[in-house]
């Protein structure tokens, strides 16, 4: 603003004048000085404008759609990693124990098949002498399991019971690891220094700290037992595939100084039970001080009833297609394919009227993992028979999703509105941030509209 003051472009203050007497120097440095403090008084009094006007511009509320394990958390990750990084580092400590929950359960659902010669499994593993003897060494990666789990549920048990004596039914539920929403399992499982000085909450956390440092020992002391089980084994357990990313790290991972990376975080599956809601704060320049509201809702059919009292007064709806799981079906009904159950799903959202005014955003997620299944050779043809006799490519194929998906939303909307949509990989941040960038000058330009001219 001091400088802004200045006609004609020329600097601030100007040259003292020639021939300046002592007395004329003190009026006019006297007048420079009262000039630039009612200059800093007004920026002031802008600047304290402009976060009154952020603080009264209406929460942006975000509402992320679509199926179990479509990335709807992996994007709230994204957003928080791009907009609030500081934030997002804070909680690296309470995704340590995701993490290690990822991993325990993926080798204790290994260690399982391996003992259960009912199951089939003496086809498919070798029961001999070395896998046994790595079975006893990491046999208390169960009790492991169970802390792990008590630590991030905050109950006494876990929130789901770990692998008991039946058959394990990975790839499924079972060794999974879920969270029921407003548990705030992040602060149950923050180290020691987040503590809080007062009370039975302090007692609880101290025991809860105590014993995932214990849990922690036990994990790294198990971690080149997990790396040979994983080496007799990874070649042997095709169903295993989205945990491999943790058991080929393990060695890293289960590592006592262990601090998780951010593509660490992104690929930690945490199952949303119910609704998650989480706040956000700008951290970033352009947008700071705003508060974003994401609504991150449990994909699974059961979960989808509680979706609806969460449609009135949002501003955006994220709806994530997972657009690889072409080949699979739902684990709540095999019966159904799963990017079928995605584009009813979609054309389900595109017809409410509740949603009529919110921005649309869809994200034709896990592109990776389509590539390289059309790079592997499952054809898409032989399950989306409309598709049959073009390439088996990701750019074709998506391009035909895409195009699928475009025309049930201007069929089914209640009203005509623009549609973005992006094909995306949420667990590779590089690919990611434009994509962010976009959808957060969608909403932004959106929620002005609402606002200002509506
Ligand atoms: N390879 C790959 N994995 C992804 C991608 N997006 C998400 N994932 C992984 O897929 C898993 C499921 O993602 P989530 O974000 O938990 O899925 P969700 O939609 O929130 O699932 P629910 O909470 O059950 O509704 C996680 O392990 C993610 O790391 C992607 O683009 N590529
Ligand atoms: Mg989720």
């Given at each position: 603003?001091?400088r ?12 003292p ?12 440095l006297e007048?420079?000085h ?37 990335g ?17 580092l804070?909680?690296?400590e ?15 659902y290994?260690l399982?098949?391996l003992?259960i010669?009912?199951?089939?499994i ?6 001999d002498?070395?896998?046994r003897v790595l ?34 039914s ?33 007692s ?42 943790f058991?080929?790290?393990a ?21 949303t ?20 509201l ?20 949002v ?54 993992l389509?590539?390289a ?24 194929v998506?391009?035909?999703?895409r ?34 960038n976009?959808i ?15």
């Open positions: 603003m001091f802004s003051m200045s006609s004609n472009n020329a600097a601030w203050p100007p040259p004048p020639a021939n300046e007497t002592e007395s004329d120097k003190a009026t006019r007048a420079e009262e000039a630039k403090r009612i200059s800093d008084e007004i920026d002031h009094a802008l600047e304290q404008e402009r976060q009154e006007l952020r603080k009264r511009r209406p929460q942006t509320k975000i509402l992320l759609l679509g199926q179990s394990e479509s709807k958390s992996t994007m709230i990750k994204n957003f928080q990693h791009k907009f609030c990084p500081a934030t997002f804070a909680e690296a309470a995704w340590r124990t995701v993490i290690h929950l990822n991993l325990v359960r993926y080798v204790n290994i399982e098949l003992s010669p009912a199951a089939g003496q086809g498919r593993g070798h029961p002498k070395d896998n079975q006893m060494r990491l046999s208390p990666l169960k009790h492991v399991e169970v802390i792990l789990a008590r630590a991030i549920s905050g109950e006494p048990f876990g929130v789901s019971s770990p692998i008991g004596d039946k058959v394990p990975f790839p499924g539920r079972s060794t999974e690891v879920c969270i029921r929403g407003g548990t705030a399992w992040k602060s149950l499982v923050r180290g020691r220094e987040s503590l809080d000085s007062s009370s039975e909450y302090t609880r956390s101290s025991i809860v700290v105590d014993e995932l440092e214990d849990a922690r020992r036990i994990l790294d002391a198990c971690k080149d037992d997990i790396v040979a089980l994983w080496k007799i084994r990874a070649s042997e357990e095709h169903d295993l595939d989205h945990a491999r990313y058991l080929d790290n060695a890293r991972v289960a590592d006592i100084k262990y601090t998780p990376t951010v593509e660490d975080i992104l690929r930690a599956r945490l199952r039970i119910g609704v998650e809601e989480y706040r956000m704060s700008m951290e970033t320049s352009m947008e700071k001080g705003v508060d974003w994401f609504y991150d809702v449990g994909g699974a059919r059961s979960q989808r009833t509680a979706w609806a009292s969460y449609f009135e007064d501003n955006a709806v994220i709806f994530l297609c997972p657009i690889s799981c072409f080949d699979q079906q739902l684990e709540e009904d095999a019966m159904v394919n799963r990017l079928t159950d995605s584009i009813d799903l979609w054309t389900t959202v595109c017809k409410s009227k509740l949603l009529a005014n919110a921005i649309f955003i869809l994200l034709l997620n896990k592109a990776d389509l590539r299944k059309l790079k592997a050779g499952i054809m898409f043809e032989d399950f989306v028979s409309s598709y049959r006799g073009r390439p088996n490519k990701l750019e074709h998506g391009e035909y999703i195009e699928h998906m475009k025309a049930a939303h201007r069929s089914y909307s209640p009203k005509k509105r623009p549609l973005h949509v992006h094909v995306t990989c949420a667990i590779d941040t590089k690919l990611m941030s434009n994509v962010l976009d957060r000058d969608a909403i932004l330009i959106t929620v002005l509209r609402q606002t200002t001219f509506l």
